[in-house]
């Protein structure tokens, strides 16, 4: 049974991927210098101490935050292949993106009015 040409490119881009990351990573492990001070041990945008207890409370509104920045960030990866292909979409392909876009914003909307996308 031959193997398809297109497999054995796959299984090779793999391959090379995969060997290009191990590669770069042990390099970066031998050549990155790992002196620590003060300064990188410091608390950075977050507000609180990078190593500290791991059960001490902070506030909820980073993860909400970032939540909010996923969902929103994927949902606008969706409009890519949508605008490659709209020309060749049908009138119930396009009717669909913009209810999605819609949807959207009315979702944008209401967490700008709750307030989530303010910072406290």
């Not at 990155?32 to 507000?47: F, I, Q, R, T, V």
């Not at 939540?67 to 009717?95: Q, R």
Request: hydrophobic share 60%; with cysteine.
């Amino acid at each position: 049974m031959p193997i398809d040409s297109q497999l054995i490119s796959l299984f090779l881009l793999f391959i090379i991927s995969a060997l290009f990351s191990v590669i770069l990573a042990g390099l970066a492990v031998v050549v990155a210098p790992s002196n620590d001070d003060m300064e990188k041990s410091s608390s950075y945008e977050c507000g609180f101490e990078p190593f500290d207890n791991a059960r001490a409370k902070f506030d909820i509104h980073f993860y909400l935050v970032a939540i909010l920045f996923i969902i929103f960030d994927l949902e606008i990866i969706l409009l890519f292949p949508w605008c490659l292909t709209a020309g060749y979409l049908s009138v119930f392909g396009m009717w669909s993106m913009i209810i999605f876009l819609v949807l959207l914003t009315v979702g944008f909307i209401y967490e700008w009015t709750k307030g989530a996308l303010t910072w406290k």
